[in-house]
T-cell receptor
Framework: ETGVTQTPRHLVMGMTNKKSLKCEQH?????MYWYKQSAKKPLELMFV???????ENNSVPSRFSPECPNSSHLFLHLHTLQPEDSALYLC???????????????FGPGTRLTVL | DAKTTQPNSMESNEEEPVHLPCNHS???????IHWYRQLPSQGPEYVIH???SNVNNRMASLAIAEDRKSSTLILHRATLRDAAVYYC?????????FGAGTRLTVKP
């Protein structure tokens, strides 16, 4: 496996379900990100982790709970979601946050989430 | 955060050059100019970035105006696989704020 992988690729869940999205990067990077891409809206940054520590949380509702157990893995735990949370959830990684604006991000293919 | 302005859509013919413009009149001295593209049903893909000087890589060229208030992504020979949404982004920190981008259509 190379690059950034995400599982599952598609997920349908009810509003009362609990599910988790998984992201794994095989690039040796130290920073990982969760983004949300809703239909006809720009990508929105949700969470940023650097060396397993959360450094950014862009006013995301508590029904989204991230977890970064090590620098290669990132999870997004979902519970009691709303239909408007249906979107493409993208994971990305970059070498380090210390490069300010110079680092590049590598994205996974995303998980297409549908909340019924 | 400094904003970028891009045309909503552009068309190109296959094997012709494509110039994708981006205006960023409020750019600060520490902002890097990044370009990403998103092919259908995929996550965004890094294309190129620069600070002040023009940049070339295997995918594209980036031409940056002398005052840095605008830039142009150049695809030297468009192929059908270049059909995507192209995002111009300014970065000086953690945040990478995507706009609506330019949807490029490549006609055979």
């Amino acid at each position: 496996e190379t690059g950034v992988t995400q599982t599952p690729r598609h997920l349908v869940m009810g509003m009362t379900n609990k599910k988790s999205l998984k992201c794994e990067q095989h690039l040796g990077h130290n920073a990982m990100y969760w983004y949300k891409q809703s239909a006809k809206k720009p990508l929105e940054l949700m969470f940023v982790y650097s060396l397993e520590e959360r450094v950014e949380n862009n006013s995301v509702p508590s029904r989204f709970s991230p977890e970064c157990p090590n620098s290669s893995h990132l999870f997004l735990h979902l519970h009691t979601l709303q239909p408007e949370d249906s979107a493409l959830y993208l994971c990305a990684s970059s070498q380090t946050l210390g490069l300010a604006g110079r680092d590049t991000q590598y994205f996974g293919p995303g998980t297409r989430l549908t909340v019924l | 955060d400094a904003k970028t302005t891009q045309p909503n859509s552009m068309e190109s013919n296959e094997e012709e050059p494509v110039h994708l413009p981006c205006n960023h009149s409020t750019i600060s001295g520490t902002d890097y100019i990044h370009w990403y593209r998103q092919l259908p049903s995929q996550g965004p893909e890094y294309v190129i970035h620069g600070l002040t000087s023009n940049v070339n890589n295997r995918m594209a060229s980036l031409a940056i105006a002398e005052d840095r208030k605008s830039s142009t992504l150049i695809l030297h020979r468009a192929t059908l696989r270049d059909a995507a949404v192209y995002y111009c982004i300014l970065r000086d920190s953690i945040n990478m704020r995507f706009g609506a981008g330019t949807r490029l259509t490549v006609k055979p």
